[in-house]
């Protein structure tokens, strides 16, 4: 299997021993179970092919014209696509309405009465 890229990627170790994060623009790809680690901190274009040996898969990962071999227990990409549920969330979002009268009532919220503030709010909204 071979999946390809655009990058630049940068290699992030931050997490957990053994997590290696390739993140690019709008894609992020999650090494798991990485033995050796041969990266750099800056990638280009990335292309990942991988080959099943046992339990452990052996990766290798191309960035122009360099080649790095990985063995990883797991591998995963996230893209993340904003756009897919903007519509269907739309509807939830709060009103004008709505957000100004919580803008009101966190500015008011260091006042003396703040809570029969909120008290009166919660009755009025939940009639």
């Known amino acids: 299997m071979s999946?390809?890229?655009d990058g630049p990627f940068l290699v992030d170790r931050s997490g957990p021993p053994?997590?290696?994060?390739?993140?690019?623009?709008?894609?992020?790809?999650l090494l798991e179970g990485v033995a050796t680690d041969p990266l750099p901190a800056m990638?280009?274009?990335v292309s990942v092919e991988e080959e099943i040996a046992g339990s452990?898969?052996?990766?290798a990962?191309?960035?122009?014209?360099?080649m790095y071999r990985?063995?990883?227990?797991?591998w995963r990409v996230h893209e993340a696509k904003p756009d897919l549920y903007a519509g269907t969330l739309a509807r939830f979002?709060?009103?004008v309405a709505?957000?100004?009268?919580?803008?009101?009532?966190?500015?008011?919220?260091?006042?003396?009465?703040?809570?029969a503030l909120y008290r009166l709010w919660h009755a009025w909204r939940s009639r």
């Not at 053994?18 to 790809?29: A, D, N, P, Q, S």
């Not at 452990?56 to 990766?59: G, H, Y």
């Not at 990985?70 to 797991?74: E, K």
Request: one cysteine or more.
């Open 93 to 95: 979002a709060p009103s």
């Open 3 to 5: 999946l390809a890229f």
């Open 43 to 45: 990638l280009a274009n």
């Open 56 to 59: 452990s898969r052996q990766l």
């Open 70 to 74: 990985i063995s990883a227990r797991h």
């Open 18 to 29: 053994g997590t290696v994060r390739l993140r690019g623009t709008g894609v992020e790809i």
């Open 98 to 115: 709505e957000r100004c009268a919580a803008r009101l009532l966190l500015a008011t919220a260091a006042l003396p009465g703040a809570a």
């Open 61 to 66: 990962l191309r960035a122009g014209s360099d």
